[in-house]
């Protein structure tokens, strides 16, 4: 018996959808199309719906309406799952949406073509080449011709050797175009292309055309990509190749007109030391990177310098002989540069710098600039200068920065801004075990223990953090006798609640070197006490204290049914609803 469902037309009902002068109704019609598709089954969507849909997109009046020509892009791929394996007919409708005027319709044509491609790549040969041939010989418009050159390096992937020379010939021929759009494309699409290209070919038949490009006058876009291409080149040739074909264009670049050029070269410059090998680095680059350092740009010389560290990472590249020779006399003039943000590169990277040249060049020819950074008025300067403040007294040694740097620090940890202080506060941990113990209670413990009272929470969330790893270094002798009475100390109704607060918040961190008898003997009694506190908020943040070391000491049943149960018991009846919450969980960890 045949229902209403078995005699609904659903393709009648989808192009009665599109043809909708609702926009919204049409869009949702193309955007569910797989819907239609799979109950149509994969005969008629064939034989039916796809043949449709071919010649929808190329009529009035649907063929102007760019929503729906974008949508029906996207929706070209989706069908692929409902075909049967007919992908090839894909390819015909996306030919021509990938010849439209509309950038994003272009685009997503690219996409689609190149998901069915790469699902199918047997289609390559005989579908996808012709239609790249076709698009690359396009001369009504150049639309059809960028289009050709996204899908260049896909199609050479999957192609016999004849056809791939076809299409090198066919790269060479949009790269050297006379409209700037078409090379702008290709140039774009050149790294791609060679990464799929043989040695060989690349010198043969490329070469040529990427020393045209990166000379082009009209447009640094172009110049610009041909750097990026450059780092693929340099990849696949030796040494004495570079130097014939690639590492003048890298001169060129560095001198090029255009700031954008310089700085491609500049954020790129560790993977170009990569690519040409240290002795090429060597002989070749580092004059050209001194340039950078130097370039009227300050966004040139930011970049310029913040590379550095990536570079250093480089094995055998950056030797500290070469730090010395060509980087360390460029900064003199980038520690006055009028640009903050130079400045705070160079703060960023000294650290760095100091561990690969050691004790004697960084206190020799560093440490006075270093010192300087450090009291420099830009904020970002003092932070990013602070935040290696470890690694440098350990390149240092606690000698060597007794007395240069530590009243620096000192005087940073009251700094006006916050994240400096908290950066400082950071590397205390690592300056103690520098110091030891006797050196940290005389010049860092009093500056220390005051972030704990700092006016942002930020500052004296990081201080407590970082508590306990000062206590783990300086073990639980000094931790009893030393630190924890200066931190009862600072437990005082006299100043405010936060402070008593951050007090609970530090004693977590300082237990885990502390036996159960300590903790029973110091600890408890302060708990007792904030339960009583004036001020809510210190009473439930006691009652998780004391949840925290239940769950994480073995404290013994006599010290809690003595103090602290009765405490809790009280609390359950507190006027704070937070506080009788915390004090029922805490006494259930009691029972």
Request: proline share 4%; glycine share 4%.
């Amino acid at each position: 018996m045949a229902g209403p469902a078995a005699e609904f037309n659903y393709l009648e009902f989808f192009k009665e959808e599109i043809r909708n002068e609702n926009a919204t109704i049409k869009i949702g019609a193309v955007n569910n199309l797989h819907l239609i598709a799979s109950a149509l089954g994969p005969q008629r969507t064939v034989s039916e719906l796809l043949p449709y849909m071919t010649q929808v997109v190329q009529e009035e009046p649907l063929c102007n309406d760019d929503e729906f020509l974008h949508s029906m892009a996207k929706q070209f791929a989706v069908l692929s799952e409902y075909i049967n394996g007919h992908d090839e007919l894909l390819i015909a409708p996306l030919e021509h949406l990938a010849d439209q005027e509309e950038t994003v319709i272009r685009e997503q044509a690219i996409q689609s073509l190149i998901k069915v491609i790469e699902k199918r790549p047997q289609l390559a040969p005989d579908h996808l080449v012709p239609t790249l041939h076709r698009l690359a010989t396009k001369t009504d418009f150049f639309t059809a011709r960028v289009s050709a050159c996204a899908l260049l390096p896909l199609a050479y992937r999957h192609v016999n050797a004849d056809q791939k020379q076809g299409l090198r010939k066919a790269f060479v021929t949009l790269c050297g175009g006379e409209t700037p759009m078409v090379r702008r494309a290709a140039a774009h699409k050149m790294r791609d292309f060679i990464q799929v290209c043989e040695k060989q070919d690349l010198l043969t038949d490329l070469i040529s055309v990427y020393t045209q490009l990166s000379q082009e006058d009209t447009q640094d876009t172009i110049r610009v990509a041909c750097v990026h291409a450059t780092l693929v080149i340099a990849r696949m040739l030796n040494p004495e190749e570079n130097r014939q074909h690639t590492v003048e264009r890298i001169k060129d670049a560095v001198e090029d007109r255009s700031w954008r050029v310089r700085l491609t070269v500049a954020k790129n410059f560790d993977q170009l030391c990569e690519a040409f090998g240290p002795e090429l680095t060597a002989q070749k680059l580092m004059t050209p990177f001194i340039q950078l350092m130097k370039d009227n740009e300050q966004e040139v010389r930011k970049e310029a310098v913040k590379i550095i560290e990536p570079c250093l990472k480089l094995p055998n590249h950056f030797t500290p002989e070469q730090l010395q020779q060509h980087i360390l006399p460029q900064f003199q003039a980038l520690g006055m540069d009028s640009a903050q943000s130079v400045k705070a590169a160079l703060a960023q990277v000294l650290g760095p710098i100091a561990k690969a040249l050691g004790r004697d060049v960084t206190q020799r020819q560093l440490l006075t600039l270093i010192s300087d950074l450090m009291k420099d008025d830009f904020h970002d300067v003092r932070l990013n200068i602070v935040s290696h403040a470890g690694l440098v007294c350990e390149v240092l040694g606690a000698e060597g920065l007794v007395h240069s740097l530590l009243h620096t620090v000192q005087n940073l940890i009251m700094d006006n801004h916050w994240r400096i202080r908290q950066s400082v506060v950071e590397q205390v941990p690592r300056l103690s075990r520098l110091f030891g113990m006797e050196l940290f209670q005389t010049k860092l413990e009093a500056i220390f223990l005051s972030s704990l009272r700092d006016s942002v929470h930020s500052v004296r969330q990081s201080a407590t953090k970082h508590l306990s790893e000062i206590a783990t270094a300086f073990g639980p002798q000094w931790t009893v006798e030393h630190l924890l009475p200066k931190l009862v100390e600072q437990y005082s109704e006299s100043v405010g609640y936060a402070n008593r607060v951050t007090t609970l918040h530090v004693l977590p961190q300082v237990s885990s070197v502390m036996t159960a008898e300590q903790l029973n003997q110091y600890i408890v009694p302060l708990l007792v006490k904030a339960t009583k506190d004036s001020v809510p908020n210190v009473r439930f943040c006691a009652c998780r204290t004391i949840m925290w070391m239940m769950e994480n000491h073995n404290l013994g049943a006599q010290p809690f049914s003595a103090s602290v149960k009765p405490a809790l018991l009280e609390l359950e009846h507190d006027s704070d609803i937070d506080v009788q919450y915390y004090a029922q969980r805490a006494l259930l960890l009691c029972a």
